[in-house]
C-alpha cells in the first residue's frame, strides 16, 4: 500500500495522536533518548495501571477516541537491547567495523549466518522426525544440513539456502524456532502486557535478593502496531502473526514476531544498503526520506516507550499477576507447563509474602 492509501487506510488526521512528544503516562515523565521514551517508574501500582486499558492515558488517543494497538515485551534487565538473540553475541564484534558488518551480512556470510541456518535446519529435521508437517522449502533446507561438510567459509555465497534465507514460506516455522529458544533474526513480542511482565519479572528471579540494594531494574518494551505498519511502507519489516493451530504456547501468549533482516538476495535489491541497523529501536526511529511517513511518526505516533520498573518493587507485582492468572501453567498450557508452575511456586516466597 502506497503512503496516500495508508494514510486514508488509517484515518489518520490532525486529531489523532499516540505519544509525539513523550506524554506524561501515571504522575511520570518521560526521558527523551535518541530512540524512545523511557518511563522510569519507582511505584509498582502506577507501573501496573500503566497497562490497564481502563485506566491508564498510554491508550488514550488525543482527541480521538481510536483505540491504540501495541506489542510488548518484557527484559529483566533495562538497558537490555532490543536485538535479535542470533545477533547478540556478536553485536559487540560486528559494531567495531560497520563497513564489515554491512559487506558479511549482504554476502549472506559469516558465523552468524551459518549459525542461523544451521540451527534451523536442525530444528526443522527433529520437528520433520517427529512427524510434524513442514515446508518444502524447510525440506530442502535440512538437505543443506545434510551436504554441509561440504561447504566452507569461502563458498557460502554460492549456497542458495544461504543466501535467500530466510524465505517468505519459512517465516511461521522460522517464528517457531525462536519461540522454543533457537537462535534466530526475529524478536518475540506479545500482544499482552502482563504477559511481557511476567516473563521480564520472572526472569528476574531469585526473589531473594530483591530485599537487598539492587539497581536494576526490568524494562517493558511498547511498541504502536501503526509506528511498524508506518516504517514497513519505507524499509524491509515484516510483522509475523503465524497460525496458532498447533501453536498452543504461541496463542495463549498471544505471540507476534517483527522480521527486519531481509535475506542477503533481498537485500541486494533494497535502496537502504547503507542504512542497517542491528536494533529494532534504530529502525523505527530512523529519518526517512518520504515526509508524509516523517509527519506521521514525528507528529502523530511518537517514538517506541520503555517502561521500566526496579526488582526491589517485583513482589508485589507478581502477587498481582497471580491474580490475573497469569502464570507457566496459562502461558505453557502442558503438563511441562504444570510442573514450571509447581516448582516455581515451591522456590519463591509466594506462601508468605504474596
Avoid at 506524554?23 to 524512545?36: F, Q
Wanted: aromatic share 12%; hydrophobic share 35%.
Amino acid at each position: 500500500m502506497d503512503t496516500s492509501h495508508f494514510l486514508y487506510h488509517y484515518n489518520i488526521t490532525l486529531r489523532n495522536r499516540i505519544n509525539p512528544n513523550g506524554k506524561e503516562i501515571r504522575g511520570v515523565k518521560p526521558i527523551i533518548k535518541d530512540t524512545c521514551f523511557e518511563y522510569n517508574f519507582e511505584n509498582e501500582l502506577d507501573f501496573l495501571d500503566v497497562f490497564d486499558v481502563n485506566k491508564s492515558e498510554l491508550y488514550q488517543d488525543g482527541d480521538s477516541d481510536i483505540y491504540t494497538d501495541y506489542i510488548f515485551r518484557g527484559h529483566k534487565d533495562s538497558t537490555w537491547d532490543l536485538l535479535p538473540s542470533v545477533y547478540r553475541k556478536k553485536q559487540e564484534e560486528l559494531d567495531k567495523d560497520y563497513k564489515n558488518r554491512i559487506n558479511t551480512y549482504a554476502s549472506g556470510n559469516g558465523a552468524t549466518q551459518y549459525n542461523e541456518v544451521n540451527n534451523f535446519a536442525l530444528f526443522v529435521k527433529e520437528i520433520d522426525n517427529l512427524g510434524f508437517s513442514i515446508t518444502d522449502c524447510s525440506h530442502k533446507t535440512i538437505q543443506f544440513l545434510d551436504k554441509k561438510s561440504n561447504i566452507n567459509g569461502g563458498n557460502l555465497l554460492k549456497n542458495n539456502d544461504m543466501f535467500s534465507f530466510p524465505k517468505e514460506t519459512q517465516l511461521s516455522e522460522l517464528a517457531l524456532a525462536q519461540h522454543y529458544g533457537v537462535g534466530t533474526r526475529l524478536l518475540d513480542f506479545t500482544k499482552n502486557p502482563f504477559t511481557a511482565l511476567f516473563f521480564a519479572s520472572e526472569n528476574a528471579y531469585p526473589f531473594s535478593r530483591l530485599i537487598k540494594p539492587n539497581d536494576k531494574r526490568i524494562g517493558i518494551w511498547v511498541i504502536p502496531k501503526l509506528l511498524i505498519d508506518a516504517i514497513a511502507q519505507e524499509r524491509f519489516l515484516k510483522y509475523v502473526d503465524v497460525k496458532k493451530f498447533q501453536n498452543s504456547y504461541i496463542a495463549a501468549q498471544k505471540g507476534v514476531f517483527l522480521h527486519y533482516f531481509p535475506s542477503s538476495d533481498s537485500y541486494l535489491d533494497l535502496d537502504f544498503k547503507e542504512d542497517i541497523t542491528l536494533k529494532l529501536d534504530g529502525l523505527l526511529t530512523a529519518n526517512y526520506k518520504n515526509e508524509y511517513i516523517n509527519k506521521l511518526i514525528n507528529e502523530h505516533i511518537g517514538k517506541p516507550m520503555l517502561f521500566t520498573l526496579p526488582h526491589s518493587n517485583l513482589l508485589p507485582i507478581a502477587k498481582r499477576l497471580k491474580q490475573l492468572n497469569v502464570s507457566w501453567a496459562t502461558l505453557m498450557p502442558s503438563l511441562d507447563g504444570v510442573k514450571k508452575e509447581v516448582l516455581r511456586q515451591n522456590e519463591k516466597p509466594y506462601s508468605n509474602d504474596i
